[in-house]
């Protein structure tokens, strides 16, 4: 009798646990959190990223890092950073295997693997030209870039730099490893150009890289980054319903005094 009823408890429990599930249709935060979410890991490009994400003293912090944590804190998870080279990160988040990607920009391919959320974003990114200053003088051109064919312009391997720059295909490009490459193409007058984010720029002027190497006008795109959540590997969707939760936070935290307050500690407005 004892063998039975323990047989019979084993085949309720899987329903008993469905049935808790659908009468929970809009569990708290606090509920999710502590159910299913006690880490989570987010993969970032291994590069530094002032003010947004670098390392200082051996510590992972920055803009996009502050706000992640202070959201995640809010809704008792914890959270993990691996920091990879971007390229793997980018095909670490694809196949599902960490929780969600920082510094995300969208694109129609990334939407069939991210789940994008309007108040999951970090920072928007503004996208320049950036060249040598001696040489400025030589490029004249609109945002349609109509003029600059003849010119070899350096990107960065695995990013988006906006749909609109990605989708001129009369612009010659060569995709290089890093920032330095960039840098140093620039330098030595391999490249003619580089795509570059206008934060990014600025944070690596700051950091003393890119000397007598300048940002050009007009602006070419600006567009939002992200902090998108895997697709793959979902089947109890559970982050998609964080993806929900941190849009939730978010959205309260950016009309806050302490996000006000991170904005100046780290000078955002400048890099604006």
């Not at 200082?56 to 809010?74: C, F, P």
């Not at 996208?127 to 350096?154: C, M, N, P, S």
């Amino acid at each position: 009798m004892i063998a039975t009823l323990s047989f019979v408890l084993a085949l309720l429990l899987p329903f008993s646990l469905f049935y808790s599930q659908v009468c929970s249709a809009n569990p708290s935060a606090d509920e999710i959190a502590a159910e299913n979410a006690k880490v989570i890991r987010i993969a970032r490009g291994s590069g530094d990223y002032p003010p947004l994400e670098m390392v200082r003293e051996g510590v992972l912090t920055g803009l996009h890092i502050d706000m992640i944590h202070y959201v995640a804190k809010k809704l008792n998870v914890e959270v993990e950073f691996v920091s990879l080279p971007w390229s793997r990160a980018t095909k670490y988040f694809s196949e599902g295997k960490v929780d969600a990607i920082s510094y995300y920009g969208f694109t129609k391919e990334r939407e069939e693997f991210s789940y994008y959320h309007a108040d999951n974003i970090l920072s928007e990114t503004r996208w320049v030209l950036i060249a040598l200053e001696e040489r400025a003088h030589e490029f004249k051109f609109d945002r349609t870039l109509q003029g600059l064919d003849d010119y070899l312009i350096g990107v960065q391997l695995g990013y988006s730099h906006g749909m609109y720059f990605d989708g001129l295909h009369h612009i010659e490009r060569d995709i290089v490893k890093d920032e330095f490459v960039i840098e140093s193409m620039l330098q030595n007058r391999r490249h003619d150009m580089a795509m570059m984010s206008y934060q990014e720029f600025l944070g690596f002027k700051d950091r003393g890289d890119f000397n007598g190497i300048v940002a050009l006008s007009p602006a070419i795109d600006s567009d939002p980054q992200y902090l998108a959540f895997a697709k793959k590997l979902d089947e109890n969707k559970q982050r998609s319903e964080l993806a929900r939760l941190f849009a939730e936070e978010f959205k309260k935290f950016k009309v806050s005094k302490e996000y006000e307050d991170l904005l100046q500690f780290y000078n955002f407005n400048k890099y604006q």
